[in-house]
């Protein structure tokens, strides 16, 4: 089993940046894909960014150019760059890793984005 838990969320004016992180443990996760989801009010979960076993990436349409994963194996963590934000890049931020079959979610960050 694996405990995931972000932080780095805040309020943010457009245009600005955050940092968030997800620290692992109970698991080495060195080896897995790791993910970030995000839920806007009133709105389904949706993906945001991943990174893979072997440090390849994939970026939803709507972030592409503004947010950066990457992930730091000595410390068990994953970290998301977001840049350029905009109001509607506004919800609760989720990290995701997937064992054998099971999801695991932390309990996500608050990402607020001011016009």
């Known amino acids: 089993q694996v405990q995931l838990v972000e932080s780095g969320g805040g309020l943010v004016q457009a245009g600005g940046s955050l940092r968030l992180s997800c620290a692992a443990s109970g698991r080495t996760l060195s080896s897995d894909g790791i993910g970030w989801f995000r839920q806007a009010p009133g709105k389904e979960r949706e993906f945001v960014a991943t990174?893979?076993?072997?440090?390849?990436?994939h970026y939803a349409d709507s972030v592409k150019g503004r947010f950066t994963i990457s992930r730091d194996n000595a410390k068990n963590t994953v970290h998301l760059q977001m840049n350029s934000l905009k109001p509607e890049d506004t919800a609760v931020y989720y990290c995701?890793?997937?064992?054998?079959?099971?999801?695991?979610w932390g309990q996500g960050t608050q990402v607020t984005v001011s016009s």
């Open positions: 990174i893979y076993w072997n440090g390849g990436t």
């Open positions: 995701r890793v997937v064992l054998t079959g099971v999801n695991y």
